[in-house]
């Protein structure tokens, strides 16, 4: 029997989710500074009536959902998975008014691929964006990285077991510390600590590279945001390709490695424990699956003989691969370029490795690391199985952190999460088809939205169908929530339909 | 009979010839340039568009992107020619509308693979500016109107 949702389910769920609405209408206000300080007036009134529009929404759920009651695992789900939406409608609400975006939705494609840390984009004109919208657009990112909810349980929400729920709720597998406020916390100290870092180095690159000194730390600080959180938005419309720079490059790659890894891994770094890299079997993973699709990749460019230099392949190969392979998105290609330069063998390997992704409890989206180590460990302890005599106990250890013994119910949660994915990715690149496009390029777009990669090879275009952006805005909501907190939104319709 | 075939096909290959120099000569647009690159590569060609961004230079010679309205394009320009440029496309300006020829690179090997044009000449068809930026009177109304329903909405919050 399914149990009826009643007034009290619905009013804790709106409370939370008023919270974490007035929560995000707060982050408006740093582009009103911004655009104040620079003077971009039209630009500050865009965010202004946005800020005032999220913030009376926020009010009034808060108001009317006023309750003392307890959250469950049930609410602290929903609320994760709406937020993520109400997140995208008001995040798309500045950029609509800002004229940049050529109807709604595409806004709220844009925010959701913000939001999500995707980085496909629909915006038109943006080398003519002005300053304060380039900045929501990466700070959007930077939110949407650590998580719309890491937001609010660091600043707004009290600690408790609801924080722990909604933590869970979006995607993170792990904690740091014991306590769910104190790793958002963490999560915030080390990409605050980054931030600086990146963006002083990305700037300090671009001011020898010769550009303006503003522009150079603007870029900087908007580039490290979609890089450590493994978004890919960038502040001109040619992406990286922009800056014309290898040092550029390489700094990136390092920026984009550290916002896939687990952040935990990147605690037991920080707190002096660095063997932990070597060991973990997320970092082994990585170096593994990295060498694998790169080798590809460049087996397939080597046969094209698009790129004659050794130097040239490995250079254009290494850095499409570590960002699909990281979900971060930033092109140093043109989009058409994949399909006219690139054979079938090479982006057969890219779309492998934006299918894998990075850490768990990293800023990445797809099946990540973890997962394909634990497939790997089950296969041998299976293989192991065969071989050894039938009353033979198998078991089969990992290293994460600390050692840990495969269960077989941890292996069943990972192949139920993996079979989603592919089903995730297989469902975008059939809606791909029914509209039209190849295969091929269907199976790449719709796992770069579903796994927020973002690299894109021509299917994304504001010209595209409208049913295709919805389910790109579907799929990118999908892959970053890891599918939990959607399935239990749906639930709980069917429960308010069918309950008793 | 059959000299009068062989003049029609050396007449006819002239032709096709004729039409294949025109087409590079002619400004080819971003879209042709990344679409076709195989065909365009290492053929001088002529580009158009606005020059968005920051120039950037390096030592004798300097970046410069040039956006068509479809894409833009990474231009290695002698230093010298790139002073040329005043205003650069941004949220403040439109920048300098300029012709440019140069020779194309579907994978360049003097800047690891990138696409760009090499340019030996630039002209300036039109001269950007400054925009001036007009203040917007219906969004300042609509900001003032939901500022008095937020207050309504924080007074009705405050009461029990």
Known sequence: MILRPNVDDVKIIGYYLGRIILGLGLTMVIPVILGLCLGEVNPVLDFIISLEVTLIFGLLLTKICSTDKEMGWMHGMIVVSLSWLAATLAGAL????????????????????????TGLTLVQ???????????????????????????????????????????????????????????????????IVFLVLGTLALGFVSLLNGMKPFNSFFHGACIFMAAFDTGGFAP???NILYYHSLPYEIITVIIMILGAINFKLHYHVWTGNRKEIIRNIETITLFVTVFITFFVVALGLAQTGVYPQALMLFRKGFYQLISGHTGTGYQTLYPSQFINDWNHLAL????????????????????????????????IQDIKRIMMPEKAVVLQKMHHIKGIFLADKQVRAVFLITLAYLLLYGAGAMVGMWYGFPFLNSLFESTSAAANVGLSCGVTSASMPAGLKLTYIAQMWAGRLEF????????FFVAAVKGK | MRKHLIFNFLLLTFAFLSL?????????TSDELISHAKA??????????EVIGDIMYRGAYAWVNINDGKSAIGVWIPGELAKKIQFTGSYRSIGDWAEITGVFHRACPEHGGDLDIHAQAIE???????????????KKNLALLLLGILGLVWILKLLK
């Open chain 1, 94 to 117: 500045p950029l609509v008014l800002s004229g940049h975006w050529n109807s709604y939705l595409d806004a709220c494609f844009d925010a959701m691929s913000g939001f999500a840390t």
């Open chain 1, 125 to 191: 004109n943006l080398d003519h964006l002005s300053y304060t919208h380039n900045l929501w657009r990466h700070l959007i990112m930077f939110i949407g990285g650590q998580g719309i909810v890491i937001v609010a349980l660091s600043f707004l929400v009290k600690g408790g077991s609801g924080a722990l729920k909604m933590y869970f709720g979006e995607g993170r597998d792990e904690k740091i510390m014991p306590n769910v406020i104190n790793t958002s916390r963490f999560i915030w100290l080390v990409s």
């Open chain 1, 236 to 238: 001109q419309s040619q």
């Open chain 1, 348 to 379: 057969v390997a890219l779309v492998c490795a934006m299918g894998l992704g990075g850490a768990v409890c990293s800023t990445t989206g797809a099946i990540k690391m973890l997962r394909v180590g634990i497939i790997f460990k089950a296969l």
């Open chain 1, 484 to 491: 939990m907190s959607i399935f239990t939104l749906l639930g």
């Open chain 2, 20 to 28: 294949h120099s025109a087409a590079f000569a002619a400004p080819a």
């Open chain 2, 40 to 49: 365009y590569d290492g053929k001088p060609v002529t580009f158009a568009g």
């Open chain 2, 124 to 138: 300036k068809i039109s001269p950007g500016r400054r925009k001036e930026e007009k203040f917007n009177n219906e």
